[in-house]
């Protein structure tokens, strides 16, 4: 059950885009499609974004969207806004009933 | 609108025991797995246990493995951990959420446990 590889920072300019990468092994990531991306702001509850590598809950602004490529998932926000600055997390399910998490990555929008 | 409200969080010595709980409404509880994920102070979210809508099947992150608990009382639409043996890495926010090993679509605000002598 080793953490995901994510950068600990990401950053963006408001309207531009910005990717934030999710690096896991073919025992995760790349074996299954049931990666989900979380956003939390400072002392608040994370919150579902991304889920099953591409879907998006209702609610979540389509400026959202996710893929995969191999061991690697990827969280795409386009025209940025103030409020996406947040603290942004991967997850996957690891097999062996057992779910993993990313080390985050704290998005900055300039 | 569906809501997960954690108690039972507090200050606790090396070695002993603590038992949280998460309580759900706003939703059909016996119909969904539930999770514990923690945070450590300044740290990223951390998997620590699911528990399937019946109860029926529990599964526990290493760290955790033989010394936590997932319950469930689907009468009473309540989640609970039985930590025991706690350490000082067991520190953290823990949340309870509603979801499966897919994904966790809807989280509580989370009870801090501190554990120090």
């Known amino acids: 059950q080793s953490a995901l590889t994510q950068p600990p920072s990401a950053s963006g300019s408001p309207g531009q885009s910005v990717t934030i990468s999710c690096t896991g092994t073919n025992s995760d990531v790349g074996d299954y499609n049931y990666v989900s991306w979380y956003q939390q702001h400072p002392g608040k509850a994370p919150k579902l974004m991304i889920y099953e590598v591409s879907k998006r809950p209702s609610g979540v602004p389509d400026r959202f969207s996710g893929s995969k490529s191999g061991d690697t998932a990827s969280l795409t926000v386009s025209g940025l806004q103030a409020e996406d600055e947040a603290d942004y997390y991967c997850?996957?399910?690891?097999?062996?009933?057992?779910?993993?998490f990313g080390g985050g990555t704290k998005l900055t929008v300039l | 609108q569906v809501q997960l409200v954690e108690s039972g969080g507090g200050v606790v010595q090396p070695g002993r025991s603590l038992r949280l709980s998460c309580a759900a409404s706003?939703?059909?509880?016996?119909?969904?797995?539930m999770h514990w994920v923690r945070q450590a102070p300044g740290k990223g979210l951390e998997w620590v246990a699911i528990i399937w809508y019946d109860g029926s099947n529990k599964y526990y992150a290493d760290s955790v493995k033989g010394r936590f608990t997932i319950s469930r009382d689907n009468s009473k639409n309540t989640l609970f951990l039985q930590m025991n043996s706690l350490r000082a890495e067991d520190t953290a926010v823990y949340y309870c959420a509603r979801g499966s090993m897919a994904q966790a679509d809807y989280w509580g605000q989370g009870t801090l446990v501190t554990v120090s002598s």
């Open positions: 997850s996957s399910y690891a097999g062996s009933n057992a779910v993993v």
């Open positions: 706003g939703f059909t509880f016996s119909n969904y797995a």
